[in-house]
């Protein structure tokens, strides 16, 4: 049985302490009215507007045309408007920060349940002294589910503008928004979220059951349940999951759609996932626990981290390389944004996800050796965190983006709760599944 350290366990509560202090202060610090709004931007601009402001000031004591009144008045709401969006912007920095981190973490989380499950379909014979790790990763998803439940919901009570299509008074005034309607509207919105989340937690409550008590059993019945709610559970998901990239992604969005975005978010929950189990195992290895797992284990995972790294990168290409090939405005915009105001991220991102793992895990004898894994891991997960704030930030903060407070405060945070939860999940139970019917053939796994 493994023991929950008091260090990790310290060091996962200072995290979380640190990131709510942080989420706090992000919260705090966003600009409160349009007053602060003009601060702001005549800060930025060294004085510049506090002249504009004059200027109006003193022409408008002159006599004007109706003409020249009308133009002002014109300006005037114009200028009003910017502000409101500004401060939108800016209230929406800390929920976008917020945001993105809670979804990475429950989707990294939801990778590794769905790779548990396909190991299950599959009937896999190198991976059941894994499927331990497995579960003890899947526990962060009902905690997860919750928090980011109730952020959607704080959404839809209009505590953000990060959802445009959420307000009445932009979807009036803008008819391909209004035609969507039907689908993108709260209750019909928080209803398949709620389907959603709740089919991934039974399926892991279940699926974590019957492998317990598969280890109590005299046959193999658990195992064949968990074989067909496995196999159930696969077909809910790849609906599920194109669905949820819709709405909780695309959606942030409204105007811009690609047909490959669902299995674009795939690839990339799903190479975290699978990069999340190397390094928790590698970590359990660290400390003298898996006996069973072996070099060979390590290589298959060090694999399935290069494979999918490719994946995602032909997915990425072939997402970005149609639309600026096609250069239809309505499509192009939404790369148009990202190159010219998000252009080291969005980049950055390729390099991490792609270029720096393809170079190191491409050698066969660099996915058996640890340090090299930790390092390529550490890369992945941060380059994929960088994949979702490319995705959700410039729809919600426009060019107000910088990685500040709020957003580390936020990463501190869900991944001080998620090694609390997850290494307390592993602590509960035996990290060998004794009875399952591969078992033996896992723990002599050698190639």
């Known amino acids: 049985m493994y023991t929950f350290s008091s260090k990790l366990k310290t060091f996962s509560i200072i995290l979380m302490a640190l990131g709510l ?43 004007h045309s109706a003409v020249e009144s009308h133009n002002e008045a014109k300006e005037a709401s114009e200028h009003n408007e910017h502000l409101i ?19 990475f973490f429950l989707l990294v989380t ?4 769905v790779f548990y ?33 109730i952020i959607l919901v704080l959404c839809g009570l209009h505590f953000n503008h990060m959802f445009i299509w959420l307000d009445p008074e ?23 979220a709620g389907i959603f989340l709740i089919g991934w937690n039974l399926y892991r409550y279940y699926s974590a059951k019957n492998c317990l008590a598969q280890d109590e ?40 759609f690609s047909t490959l975005f669902g299995w674009y978010v795939l690839a990339s929950f799903f190479v975290s996932g699978i990069t999340t189990i190397c390094m928790v195992t590698l970590y359990l290895k660290s400390k003298g626990y898996l006996e069973y797992v072996n070099t060979s284990h390590i290589h298959d995972l060090a694999k399935f981290m290069f494979g999918f790294s490719v994946f995602w990168t032909y997915l990425w290409f072939s997402q970005f390389m149609l639309i600026w090939y096609a250069n239809i405005p309505e499509e192009i915009t939404y790369f148009i944004t990202r190159i010219e105001l998000y252009n080291l991220p969005f ?31 550490t890369v992945i997960l941060a380059g994929h965190y960088i994949d979702f704030f490319n995705m959700i930030m410039p729809g919600t903060v426009g060019d107000r983006w910088f990685i500040g407070v709020s957003e580390i405060a936020s990463v501190l945070f869900f991944l001080g709760v998620f ?29």
């Not at 002249?51 to 022409?59: G, I």
């Not at 939801?110 to 349940?113: E, H």
């Not at 074989?227 to 819709?246: G, K, Q």
Request: hydrophobic share 50%; with cysteine; glycine share 6%.
């Open 110 to 113: 939801l990778g590794v349940l």
């Open 419 to 447: 090694i609390y939860v997850v290494f307390t999940a592993i602590s509960k139970v035996p990290l060998l599944p004794k009875r399952n019917p591969f078992i033996e053939e896992s723990k002599h796994f050698h190639y």
């Open 21 to 63: 202090l942080g989420i706090g202060y992000g919260f705090w610090t966003a600009p409160k009215d349009i007053h602060e709004v003009e601060n702001i931007i005549a800060s930025e601009s060294h004085g510049g507007h506090g002249e504009v402001k004059h200027e109006v000031s003193d022409a408008a004591g002159e006599s």
């Open 170 to 192: 932009v979807v009036a005034h803008d008819k391909l928004i209004a035609g969507k309607a039907g689908y993108l509207n709260f209750p019909f919105w928080i209803v398949r």
């Open 347 to 377: 980049f950055g991102a390729v390099v991490m996800n792609f270029l720096f793992p393809i170079l190191i895990l491409i050698n066969t004898d660099f996915k058996r050796i640890s340090w090299i894994l930790v390092m390529a891991g």
């Open 217 to 256: 059993s005299k046959d193999d019945s658990f195992y064949k349940k968990n074989f067909n709610i496995s196999a159930l559970f696969l077909v809910f998901f790849i609906v599920s999951e194109s669905i949820m990239s819709w709405d909780w992604i695309l959606s942030i969005d409204p105007h811009w």
């Open 117 to 149: 499950a396909i190991q299950q379909v599959a009937s896999a014979g190198w991976s059941p002294v894994l499927f331990r790790v497995m579960q003890g990763i899947t526990a962060y998803l009902p905690w997860g589910s919750v928090i980011f439940f």
């Open 85 to 103: 969006h500004v401060l939108h912007q800016l209230q929406n920095k800390p929920w976008s920060a917020l945001y993105v981190a809670c979804i």
